[in-house]
C-alpha cells in the first residue's frame, strides 16, 4: 500500500475515548503522567501533518482557579502541574518504511515534531502502532505505545469528522 494513501485514510480529527496503561502487564488506574483519566484530540491532516493535545482529566492535577493568561498572583506550583500532565506537540508525521503498513494497521512517526510543550521533544520522532476500525457507526483509531520495557499504552480515538 502506498504511504499517501494510507495518509489519506487517516486525515481527520479524533477524541480520546479511553486508555490503557500497564505497568509490568497490570493495569495502571492511577497512572503519575495522566492520573486517573486522559482525555484530549489528534488531527492527521491529508498533507502529513499531525496535531495531538493530551491532557490528564483528574482533578488533582487541574487547579480550577487558573486562567489563560495566567494572572499576577496564581502559583508558579498550580501551573507546573497543569504542565506535568499535558503534552501536546505538531509536526509531520509519516509511515514507517520499516514496518509492514496497511489502510487499517503499521507504524506512525510523529515527527521531527516542530512544536512541543516540553522543549526537549522538538526535532525528535514518536513511534506509534495504529489499527484503524471502520464500521457503520464511525470509525475508531487505537494508537500504542511501548514507553519502555515494562510500559505499555494504548489509547482509543473516535473520529469526529
Known amino acids: 500500500m502506498r504511504p499517501d494513501s494510507i495518509i489519506s485514510s487517516l486525515a481527520g480529527t479524533y477524541l480520546i475515548l479511553n486508555t490503557t496503561i500497564l505497568n ?5 488506574t492511577d497512572n503519575f503522567v495522566w492520573g486517573t483519566s486522559l482525555h484530549g484530540m489528534i488531527s492527521y491532516s491529508a498533507s502529513g501533518y499531525v496535531s495531538a493535545l493530551l491532557t490528564t482529566n483528574d482533578a488533582r492535577f487541574l487547579p480550577r482557579n487558573l486562567t489563560f493568561p495566567y494572572q499576577e498572583g496564581q502559583p508558579d506550583s498550580e501551573w507546573a502541574l497543569v504542565g ?14 520499516s514496518r509492514p503498513a496497511t489502510i487499517d494497521s503499521g507504524t506512525l512517526v510523529h515527527g521531527p515534531l516542530m512544536v512541543c510543550d516540553v522543549p526537549s521533544y522538538v526535532g525528535i520522532s514518536l513511534h506509534r502502532d495504529y489499527t484503524m476500525v471502520r464500521r457503520r457507526e464511525g470509525v475508531w483509531l487505537r494508537l500504542v505505545t511501548v514507553n519502555t520495557a515494562t510500559t505499555y499504552s494504548e489509547i482509543w ?3 469526529l469528522d
Not at 506535568?84 to 518504511?97: E, M, N, Q, R, V
Request: hydrophobic content about 30%; charged content about 15%.
Open 24 to 28: 509490568n502487564g497490570t493495569p495502571a
Open 84 to 97: 506535568k500532565h499535558t503534552l501536546a506537540y505538531a509536526g509531520p508525521f509519516s509511515i514507517d518504511p
Open 157 to 159: 480515538f473516535q473520529r
